[in-house]
């Protein structure tokens, strides 16, 4: 399996970005797919869950101003981030994995991540 992010950078805060990962190795339309970030205060974080049959999950801190989304044709799925704040500052994972599970829980496998910087 292979998850492989991109869309990190600098930004603003109140600016946005989208972070994409692409997947291979794996059967992507049956898999939950999740994105984490990790910060060296907070350790892992998880971000949000979209699973196969279209669930999705947030976390409480995300507060609306993320959108998760996937392309089953694509092998790829999404992060739309906005209203970016300082302390959305972290490397981002993509993860895959089950679809019986919550939270970081649900991931079998990690990419290795995308760092994205908030700041003036």
């Known amino acids: 399996v292979q998850l492989v992010e991109s869309g990190g950078g600098l930004v603003q805060p109140g600016g946005s970005l989208r972070l994409s990962c692409v997947a291979s190795?794996?059967?992507?339309?049956?898999?939950?797919m999740s994105w984490a970030r990790q910060t060296p205060k907070k350790g892992l974080e998880w971000v949000s869950n979209?699973?196969?049959?279209?669930?999705?999950a947030y976390a409480d801190s995300i507060e609306d101003r993320f959108t998760i989304s996937r392309d089953n044709a694509k092998n790829t799925v999404y992060l739309q981030m906005n209203n970016l704040k300082p302390e959305d500052t972290a490397v981002y994972y993509c993860?895959?994995?089950?679809?019986?599970?919550?939270?970081?829980?649900?991931?079998?496998?990690w990419g290795r991540g995308t760092q994205v910087i908030v700041s003036s």
């Open positions: 190795g794996l059967a992507f339309s049956s898999s939950a």
């Open positions: 993860g895959a994995g089950n679809n019986w599970s919550t939270g970081l829980n649900a991931v079998d496998y």
């Open positions: 979209i699973y196969s049959d279209g669930r999705i």
